[in-house]
């Protein structure tokens, strides 16, 4: 047994030498093969231009990426909605105080490069009266821009016709929705424009308050920013002249015209606690009368009026003594803050409007002077309320959002008198009246 045992580790052991001096020759193979391969792959290199086309292709690819502005930058305002638009699709759990800490501050989002994979993704934006006067011309900016836009509107002023021209662009949806009952949208922003805004209208149809709870409520839900157009109304007969952002009103809480007053006022205050309370990323504009086209034809404000009357060959009414002043803002001026504000990294509130202050007699003597000078005016009695002087001070909006109106009234209002020409007319025909 020991012979045998002997035998076999000493097979063992010449076998363990034999596999010794194969690998130690199968290394010295590999080394001389690479050292061989080396000059070959070189050769290889230089043969047929080849280090030329990499170094070429190399240079391609390096100004591709250098040139290309999409693929290497996106500002930090896009960076920080594309990542609330991400955690909306997290889920309904997602709370706005973890957004606060999912959603790092801008000043993180310096320019700077990112991979192709993360390309700029258009805004996804919801316009609530988007079918109105403000509203459409509001549309019409952010489709222009590049962005897909949701219009909600009930039509109680709005109108089709005044979004018409978009309903063939896919980046264009339209629904029939009344904003005091909710509603669940997947948007990075809302502007919340839904209400009526002339007072024949509003007494029927107060919205501000419920509407702007359902708004707020969606925009905390899906981490969305919200904008709220408010009103200098909330002013209401101003004790300050003119009005800055830190006046706090002279208002009726009981008065015919504060269910539009107040329901501004609440609605401000609502947005303010969701910012405050729910972190929210709110923006308030106060906006002062703005006028232009597609503006109802009926609906008691000034400038329609007049402009509606001095068409049709009417007498131009007055209220009270015709000595109570406005200033007024064309409608591209506003739809420009509108942007701004939104865009900008400042909660405001914000004075938007045109301090050019006119008198109710003045704005007569310009609507006669671009319309018909053979208009007469007719006075009436006041209505109850009505403010005697109006004028915004905008010098936070000029600081802080870069903004101020650029068209006077004598060059806005003959842009609105060919549109109410046209609707007119056809009102006439039996074809326009809503
Ligand atoms: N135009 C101005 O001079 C002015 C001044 C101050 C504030 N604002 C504010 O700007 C916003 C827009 O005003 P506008 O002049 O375009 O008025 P508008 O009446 O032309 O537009 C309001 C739009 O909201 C829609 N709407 C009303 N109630 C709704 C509801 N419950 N659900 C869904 N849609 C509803 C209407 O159908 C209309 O399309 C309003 O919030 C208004 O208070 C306007």
Redesign the pocket.
Known sequence: MKQLHKQSSAVSHRRDEESATAGGAAKTLKHSAAARSLPRSINYLFKEQRLLFILVGILIGATFFILQPSLSRISPSDTTSALSRSSSFRGESITSRDNQFSFPTTSHFKVGRVPAALRQRRLRIVV??G?????SHLVDKLIERGNDVIV???????RKENVVHHFVNPRFELIR????EPILLEVDQIYH??????PV?YKY?P?NVM?TLNMLGLAKRIGARFLL?S??EVYGDPLEHPQKETYWGNVNPIGERSCYDEG?RTAETLTMDYHRGADVEVRIAR????YGPRM?LDDGRVVSNFVAQAIRKEALTVYGDGKQTRSFQYVSDLVDGLVALMDGEHVGPFNLGNPGEFTMLELAEVVKETIDSSATIEFRPNTADDPHKRKPDISKAKELLNWQPKIPLREGLPLMVSDFRNRILNEDEGKGRK
Do not use: M
């Open positions: 609530t009266g079918a109105g006067f403000v509203g909600i509107d009930n039509f109680f002023t709005g929705h009344d904003v005091v424009l839904a209400c009526p805004a002339s209208h149809n919205t509407g157009t009103t200098s501004k906006i002062f009368n703005t109802c």
